[in-house]
């Protein structure tokens, strides 16, 4: 078992951006959650009062439903709403739920995705016009990665994914090879369930099953981990595979300059095979296909994950994602003070 030590500092990539124009903007992180009604309008209220950009990196939409009938009858429309949907927009089953996201969604200013895929399904839905919806250019925190880890390579494959992978195929691919694998992951982490695992616990001499608690410490560790192995493998299940589940680990990878092998994604806004950066696989005969290749390639894999860090460095990083932000928040005339509610690392 690695050891878990807490550390307080961690990538900026949960915040979108925000701590990179901390002195350029007034920064101050506000919760819209609320155990009841009562509080969710006290928090709104809170918000609008005082806020010129309200920023979600994480599009939350309860809280916003009175927000947006505020808005609707002309309060509160000097306050730029920016949000970050991590999946495509949704119509609604009822009536009565069709139209409550209709005014949730008329309300909001500038929509971002980190799939330009779930972007045009939005639009395709009548849900959203094109100039409302933008594709977000987000990376990991690369002066940090810098600062704290100097990649080398060991011969272990890794993953620390905790979002519907598929964990059983992983095994079942990796039992049929030498290769060494260590997966890190949470027993529970929200509608996922992982205690399954503890069956696969010294089974296997090359499979190595480690459960982790959810902290800004387990995070800092588990890249420290990612920077010294060979490779990240990103397995998903295929029929939860509605967004760009996977894209954490992927960004890591390529901030790290470590290759890839990942189940297909549409909703990825990498091609990863065109960008030479690693290896799609879809049956457990091209997962093992995949392993093998780069087993027996060391150059090549090695070649990919300089790629992949150059891609980093050209597009997918924090600071680009930061610009794009500052753009957007620019727009506004109002915008000396910005209020974001912050994702919860995971």
């Not at 470590?258 to 095979?273: A, G, L, Q």
Request: proline share 3%; with cysteine; glycine share 4%.
């Amino acid at each position: 078992m690695y050891d878990l030590q807490k550390t307080i500092e961690v990538s900026s990539r949960g915040q979108y951006g925000l701590a990179q124009l901390e002195d350029k903007y007034t920064i101050k992180p506000i919760s819209l959650d609320s155990p009841n009604i009562i509080g969710i309008i006290i928090n709104n209220f809170k918000c609008l009062e005082s806020c010129d950009v309200l920023f979600m990196t994480f599009f939350y939409r309860q809280p916003l439903v009175l927000l947006s009938f505020l808005r609707l009858i002309g309060l509160f429309r000097k306050r730029k709403i920016v949000v970050i949907s991590h999946v495509s927009l949704a119509k609604g089953k009822s009536v009565v739920e069709k139209f409550l996201l209709r005014c949730i969604y008329s309300s909001i200013d500038v929509f971002l995705f980190h799939s330009s895929k779930n972007l045009d399904e939005s639009v395709e839905k009548g849900l959203i016009s094109k100039r409302r919806g933008e594709f977000l250019y987000w990376g990991d925190d690369l002066d940090y990665i810098d600062r704290h880890f100097t990649p080398i390579q060991h011969n272990f494959f890794l993953s620390t994914g905790c979002e519907n992978r598929d964990f059983s195929k992983l095994i079942s691919v990796f039992s049929k090879t030498q290769v060494v694998l260590e997966i890190y992951t949470n027993k529970i982490n929200y509608n996922n369930n992982y205690e399954y695992l503890e069956s696969y616990l010294g089974t296997y001499p090359n499979i190595h099953v480690n459960f982790v608690e959810k902290s800004l410490g387990t995070t800092h560790v588990l890249t420290k981990r990612a920077s010294e192995c060979f490779c990240i493998v990103i397995p998903l299940i295929q029929k939860k595979v509605t967004n760009c589940l996977g894209l954490t680990s992927l960004i890591e990878a390529m901030a790290l300059g470590k290759p890839v092998i990942s189940s297909r994604n549409p909703y990825y806004p990498i091609d990863i095979e065109k960008e030479g950066i690693g290896i799609i696989a879809d049956d457990e005969e091209s997962w093992v296909t995949a392993i093998n290749y780069l087993v027996s390639h060391p150059d090549e894999a090695k070649q990919m994950g300089v790629r992949a860090r150059q891609l980093a460095e050209r597009k997918y990083n924090i600071k680009e994602c930061a610009k794009q932000i500052d753009k957007i928040f620019s727009a506004s005339r109002h915008n000396n003070i910005v209020y974001s509610e912050f994702w919860r690392p995971i």
